[in-house]
């Protein structure tokens, strides 16, 4: 195990094209695209499950249909969609879609003067797999294509995230992904960096209905963040909340919380909706849904 943990930091120097100028880019990435991660804090994109983890880490990936919208940093929009199914021996094969967008803003010449309105949008659209690795240890892969464009003007690049999870009987999940490897857009003949991260997280179940969670984030061109928090499910209902820390970056510190409601028939359908403080004046809010056979 201990070989398998170290092999991520050199996937990460193996495979990520450094960016020729500029900061990190292309932070549609570092998003949580579905309310089952927001709801879990910096621990959500290492041990979050369903189809969405196609999106963040693939080796969680599970049967089914997801779709969440809403308002994400920045005040801009956001709408996620993804779906897996089996393809045998423990085999899960998924896509997913995020998308941010946001108009009306103001563009200004050089002196200033008010030239217009414009829009930004960035996305990305991945496909990957996940299977068994050895034992109670899953892996996963994804990559796809991500662009971003402001007014007239955009480009696209390729993107990539490699994952472990772990699931040892006794109630313990953990996770642990790299995400944002890849090429970031060219804008002119200039190229940002990519937001590479390496996640880790973990969930230990400590009854029948609460679950404790831990995790964190260490950017390569974006803010480290650390937080933890506990959730309840009682019977069809569940609630999380907890707090996240980003070392020297108050805006991105603070609380976050979801809500999820389960209804079994001839499937599992799940509603959820998450919140997570940005800053003072700001909480993004994303909902969903999710279904499973």
Not at 243 to 261: K, T, V
Request: glycine share 18%.
């Amino acid at each position: 195990m201990y070989r398998i943990l170290c092999c991520i930091p050199l996937i990460a120097a193996s495979l990520a094209i450094a960016g020729e100028t500029g900061t990190a880019d292309l932070l549609v990435l570092s998003s949580p695209g579905f309310p089952s991660t927001m709801m879990l804090g910096p621990a959500g994109c290492a041990i979050s499950t369903g189809p969405g983890s196609m999106l963040s880490n693939p080796a969680l990936c599970k049967t089914g249909f997801s779709a969440a919208g809403g308002r994400w940093n920045l005040e801009t929009t956001a709408v996620s969609i993804a779906g897996a199914f089996s393809a045998g021996s423990d085999i899960e094969v998924g896509t997913g879609l995020v998308y941010l967008g946001r108009g009306g803003l103001i563009g200004r010449d050089e002196s200033g003067a008010v030239t217009g309105e414009y829009s930004y949008s960035t996305g990305c659209a991945m496909a990957g797999v996940s299977f068994p690795l050895a034992g109670w240890i899953d892996a996963g892969v994804s990559a796809g294509l991500s662009w971003e464009n402001v007014a007239a003007e955009g480009g696209t690049g390729i993107n990539a995230n490699a994952g472990l999870a772990f699931k040892p009987d006794g109630g313990l999940l953990a996770g642990i992904v790299i995400t944002g490897v890849g090429q970031a857009p060219s804008w002119q003949g200039i190229r940002k960096d990519m937001p590479t991260e390496i996640s880790a997280g973990a969930s230990y179940r400590i009854s029948s209905i609460m679950t404790g969670f831990a995790g964190g984030k260490i950017g390569f061109s974006t803010s480290d963040a650390f937080g933890c928090g506990m959730s309840i499910n009682y019977s069809e209902y569940g609630c999380s909340a907890g707090y996240q820390y980003s070392p020297g970056e108050d805006e991105i510190s603070g609380f976050f919380a979801g809500l999820r409601y389960t209804y079994e028939s001839g499937g599992s359908y799940t509603i959820e909706a998450a919140i997570s403080q940005r800053d003072e004046l700001s909480w993004p809010v994303l909902a969903g849904l999710s279904v499973s056979f």
